[in-house]
């Protein structure tokens, strides 16, 4: 019989990388919450339409990677390709954006049918970060911030800071008109794709990775010059925000970002090495008008999306990959049928009142040297051991792994010194 494989680029999470991930979660929700940011979880599965509305019908991600079916209702249903807009439609749902402010984020995966390669899954995992309500430039430097932070956390180097402003719908127009005329001057240089994009959604030639493009890319009319004032005053004012905390950043012209609803602010980290061609390990930016196109009032937002399988990527890459967990104590077991179950009850009575310290005990019996090679191999520090003797007086031996004396104590005077 032929032995079920896992879905093309959706890949399990082995033990040992799945307490990497935890640990790393950790220390990402532990500055989430230095920030004030609340955590929300909203449904993988959304109606087709949301993310169509929201992402844009002229993008990659709408025309070829979604994972899109239709129930038994005849309702269309997607996985969900991205977290925002699911967020977005559940706090307008849920009443949480009527003259309030919100700072929240949710963690877990999204689903692209792409090309899996190095940083690039069917299956990945993102940390999402949305802020609502602030209409001012210092939430996106706070948002900025943050995405800083957590990278600093996790003590990831050789990154670097991309920020643009895609301005407000009026300037984008105008922008918009731009490209067409400057890209149709180039027609014979563009590929298929941006060919398809050049009446439908031009900015989105200007994150083409195609090298035969390159020099006409450079080339191009920059969005700078189409802001309005009231744009510009904007971008001003953030990266003053910015040169105030001294943040580092390059003013990236061509940074567009890869869906429709940005604009203003858009940043991103990337990464100079590590991680080859998908080297942005966080993006994001504005989107003030998402919430009233998916049905809510005028509300203004911004966020930011970052990619776990390429942060651990890089982390590895770094060797800045956390250690793996080991027990505190390994408890060999060597006693008689009779005192199984005793012994057992000892060591669940241990795992009960020493709540946060980690207990493995050995299962399955075993010589006393076969348990003690896997005491050391687990690397626990201490070994307790439990045999006839100790059982009989209510005793337990405590061995150091790595030096000092081995001795016999009383399980309940032990217990309460190790809490």
Request: some cysteine; aromatic content about 6%.
């Amino acid at each position: 019989m032929t032995a079920f494989k896992n879905v093309k680029g959706m890949n399990d999470l082995l033990p040992a990388q799945a307490g990497q991930w935890a640990q790393i979660e950790t220390r990402i929700k532990s500055v989430l919450s230095s920030y004030q940011y609340q955590e929300t979880r909203s449904p993988l599965v959304e109606k087709t339409a949301l993310f169509r509305r929201s992402i844009g019908e002229v993008t990659d991600v709408v025309e070829k990677e979604m994972y899109s079916v239709e129930d038994r209702d005849g309702e269309q249903l997607t996985l969900r390709p991205e977290m925002t807009a699911g967020l977005v439609r559940s706090a307008i749902q849920n009443g949480m954006l009527h003259n309030q402010t919100q700072r929240l984020w949710s963690i877990g995966p999204v689903f692209r049918y792409e090309k899996p390669q190095k940083g690039r899954a069917r299956q990945f995992h993102q940390v999402d970060v949305e802020a609502f309500g602030f209409e001012g430039p210092d939430i996106d430097a706070e948002i900025i911030c943050l995405s800083a932070a957590i990278l600093q956390r996790l003590g990831v180097k050789d990154i670097k800071l991309h920020v643009n402003s895609l301005g407000s719908p009026e300037s984008r127009q105008a922008y918009r008109a731009a490209l067409i005329e400057y890209f149709s001057e180039h027609a014979e240089i563009l590929d298929e794709d941006s060919k398809n994009r050049l009446h439908k959604n031009p900015l989105r030639i200007l994150d083409s990775k195609n090298p035969a493009m390159a020099e006409i890319l450079m080339a191009a009319p920059q969005m700078i010059n189409f802001l309005s004032e009231q744009c510009h005053e904007h971008f001003e004012t953030l990266l003053s925000y910015l040169d105030a905390v001294g943040m580092e950043y390059e003013v990236n012209p061509r940074l567009v970002r890869g869906l429709d609803y940005y604009n203003r602010t858009v940043f991103e980290w990337m990464a100079s090495d590590g991680l080859g061609a998908q080297n942005t390990v966080c993006g994001g930016g504005r989107y003030d008008g998402l919430v009233e196109q998916l049905g809510g009032k005028t509300v203004p937002g911004i966020g930011f999306g970052m990619g776990l399988e390429r942060l651990m990527l890089l982390l590895e890459a770094q060797q800045l990959l956390p250690e793996l967990e080991k027990p505190d104590y390994y408890v060999v077991v060597s006693v008689s049928d009779e005192n199984r179950s005793k012994a057992f009850a000892i060591v669940e009575k241990l795992r009960q009142h020493l709540q946060d310290v980690k207990i493995e005990l050995n299962c399955g019996g075993a010589s006393i040297k076969s348990q003690m090679k896997k005491a050391d191999k687990s690397g626990a520090s201490t070994t307790l051991i439990l045999a006839d003797s100790e059982i009989a007086e209510n005793t337990i031996t405590v061995k150091p792994m790595h030096g000092g004396e081995q001795k016999v104590v009383d399980v309940d005077t032990w217990m309460h010194s190790a809490a």
